[in-house]
């Protein structure tokens, strides 16, 4: 397990450098820097010396260094709209993206499992039925469009919580519910059916002629089997949540790293962009490394890969 | 031999809805199995060998109907038990090793935590207790090293360590009654002999009972005190195993020991013999001798009532002209 472990933390360290160089030279390649920063109707005098304020006038590799020693003790210079260190900006945006998306998986886990456990046990009854109408709906509904149902009901009508803003955890629930329930169905859908599988398995039927109980039947010989593949989904979930919240942050007013990559990109705010992009990055190859080493720890069999 | 029957079955019935229809995979089946002895079930694949063996243990696939005018085992009235008492019952005082030794075990957990699992929820002891136990029974169902093994996954075995674990794990509780479907079927042949063999030593050393599904006549004619033969669902003759080798009463016995000349004298893995003709349809009503499209001997009367009767010394047949001395 540990050789593993270091195996793969090995390939993540290898995969966060090649991330980084691709976000570098992807964006000093596509065209002139200069040129963009100092916007379409400056003079060349003035391009000129933005490229050697910024240092763009010396060789590539030597930009690359230093931008990648710098980037090393987490400094990504100065955003060229916001006046503020990169790196500022984006620790007090990331809290907001992290615990956003952190407790909407939470949530989306805490439901789908035991729903999807549900249905497979009693399948094809009316819990079953009811689960996979509710995962269609949940799949189907824009999340812009439940975030404001939502909004109607609870703040506006019943007026329990509030409708935007991050400033307490009553803040948060609202948000967490709609990215949270757009995460559910495909984890729900999945942990059925990986229970239905492992209930029709030759060790369930070597468990029950143990005479075990029921529930050490599904939780510990049926479960544990069939959240493997649920874990590998809730890791790219996750990142979707954490790269692709712009909408529920909009909807809520919620100041992260997705409403933040939208300005960024809006106003050629480059090292914001490319700081952002880059920290996301190494937030997903965590988050699957993460994933990773759990599905390791659940399934011996992975250990040796 | 007037003691009761550890086991005994009596008409005993197993219906599989299919869709508005019904299948009547297993009827009237009935047969007994005495304290220490071992009883071997042999018939063609889809005869209903597997499903017999686990409507014993109420381990039968939730949508199939199990019913029988009588089960009991040591004095315990099977059908009226509650589910709570059966699961005590089960690997505890009934024991049961299946056919696929490479998907029976839980690719989840150690060799040691699905070994002492059984022990620890049917006894009142320790861990320590249980680890010793398992480690005593592995080595005494042959395997080496039984303390590193206790550690490994299932995936880190082979099919016959595997099977031999199951075997481990089955006597655990030290159960009085072995159910064993098809145990070597899946592995190599050299390795069938060793586990059969394996079998019959521990049955010798323990006392249990055991009820051996197999396909292989050899090991049949070598280990088994009784044999019953099924065919499409029902059991069509059974007996001590020596003079129903001899002197085989139903012509599907017949027909299946026409390539086996003496007991003893067969070499393990030899297959069954082939009889020409296909299995009737075993949906909607089943009526008269199932045999009767294949038999040599069917008549006219074939097609109505057959009963089963007793036949020679402890012998039972379902045919109207069972043959051979008695
Ligand atoms: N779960 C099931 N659903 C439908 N049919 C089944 C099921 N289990 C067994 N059968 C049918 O019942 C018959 C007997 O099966 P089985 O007892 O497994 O045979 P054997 O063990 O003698 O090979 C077969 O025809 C098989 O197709
Ligand atoms: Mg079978």
Redesign the interface.
């Known amino acids: 397990m540990l050789r593993f472990a270091l195996r793969r933390i090995g390939v993540a360290v290898c995969v966060a450098f090649t991330v980084a160089v691709f976000s570098f030279f992807l964006l000093h390649l596509s065209g002139d820097l200069a040129t963009a920063i100092a916007g379409p109707e400056s003079s060349a005098e003035q391009i000129a010396q933005i490229r050697v304020e910024y240092g763009l006038d010396r060789p590539i590799m030597a930009q690359f260094i230093d931008w990648l020693v710098r980037a090393l003790h987490f400094d990504f210079g100065r955003s060229f709209y916001f006046q503020d260190q990169v790196t500022t900006l984006i620790a007090g945006r990331l809290g907001v993206t992290m615990a956003l998306g952190g407790m909407a998986l939470g949530f989306a886990l805490l439901v789908a499992i035991p729903l999807g456990v549900v249905a497979a046990i009693r399948r094809d009854t009316w819990i079953d039925r009811s689960a996979l109408m509710i995962s269609v709906f949940g799949q189907a509904m824009p999340s812009f469009w439940f975030a404001l149902t939502l909004v109607l009901i609870f703040s506006v009508k019943l007026r329990w919580l509030p409708a935007s803003g991050g400033a307490t955890w009553k803040h948060m629930i609202l948000p967490v519910v709609a990215l949270g329930t757009y995460a559910m169905p495909a984890i729900m859908r999945l942990t059925r059916n990986g229970m239905l599988d492992v209930l029709a398995?030759?060790?369930i039927?070597?468990?029950?002629?143990?005479?075990?109980?029921t529930a050490?039947v599904l939780f510990k010989?049926a479960l544990?089997?069939a959240v493997i593949p649920v874990v590998g989904l809730a890791a790219v979930q996750l990142g979707f949540m954490l790269g692709g919240s712009i909408v529920i942050e909009t909807v809520f007013s919620l100041h992260g790293l997705g409403h933040l990559a939208w300005e960024a990109i809006s106003r050629n705010d480059y090292p914001v962009v490319q700081a952002v992009v880059l920290l996301l990055s190494v937030v997903y190859i965590l988050v699957t490394l993460a994933a990773d080493l759990l599905n390791a720890a659940?399934?011996?069999?992975m250990r040796t890969g | 031999m007037t003691a009761a029957p550890l086991l005994s079955v009596s008409d005993l019935t197993i219906d599989i809805p299919l869709g508005g229809r019904t299948l009547h995979a297993v009827r009237g089946v009935s047969f007994e199995v005495s304290r220490g002895e071992t009883l071997c079930i042999v018939g063609e694949s889809g005869s209903g060998k597997s499903l017999t063996s686990l409507a014993l243990?109420n381990?039968l696939p939730g949508r199939l109907k199990r019913a029988a005018a009588a089960m009991s085992f040591d004095g315990i009235d099977l059908l009226s038990i509650p589910e709570r008492r059966m699961?005590?019952?089960?690997?505890?005082r009934m024991?049961?090793i299946?056919q696929?030794p490479m998907?029976?075990?839980?690719?989840?957990y150690t060799i040691g935590n699905q070994l002492t699992?059984?022990f620890l929820?049917?006894r009142k002891t320790t861990r320590k207790e249980a680890f010793g136990r398992a480690v005593y029974l592995l080595e005494k169902v042959g395997i080496t090293a039984a303390d590193r093994r206790m550690k490994q996954?299932p995936?880190q075995l082979s099919g016959g360590l595997r099977q031999r674990v199951?075997i481990a794990?089955a006597l655990m509780c030290e159960p009085d009654l072995l159910i064993a479907d098809e145990p070597t079927t899946a592995l190599d042949v050299t390795i069938q002999a060793q586990i059969l063999l394996l079998l019959k030593d521990l049955q010798k050393e323990l006392g249990i009972a055991i009820i051996l599904i197999t396909h292989d006549l050899g090991v049949v004619a070598r280990i088994a005190d009784r044999v019953a033969v099924m065919y499409a669902g029902e059991l069509v003759e059974s007996g001590p195993a020596a003079p129903l080798f001899q002197s085989p009463a139903h012509p599907y016995t017949r027909g299946l020991l026409e390539c086996i000349p003496q007991p003893g004298k067969t070499r393990p893995g030899e297959p069954l013999g082939s009889i020409p003709g296909l299995v009737p349809s075993l949906t909607g009503r089943v009526s008269g001798c199932v045999f009767r499209n294949r038999c040599p001997r069917a008549e006219e009367a074939c097609s109505g009532e057959v009963p089963v009767v007793a036949f020679g010394d402890a012998r039972r047949v379902r045919c109207l002209f069972a043959e051979g001395v008695r």
Not at chain 1, 298 to 301: E, F, I, N, S, V
Not at chain 2, 103 to 108: E, F, H, V
């Open positions: 398995a030759d060790y039927r070597t468990a029950r002629a143990k005479g075990l109980s050490v010989h544990r089997n659940l399934d011996p069999r | 243990m381990l699961s005590d019952l089960r690997g505890d024991a049961m299946f696929e998907t029976s075990l839980n690719p989840a699992e059984a929820r049917h996954y995936h199951m794990m």
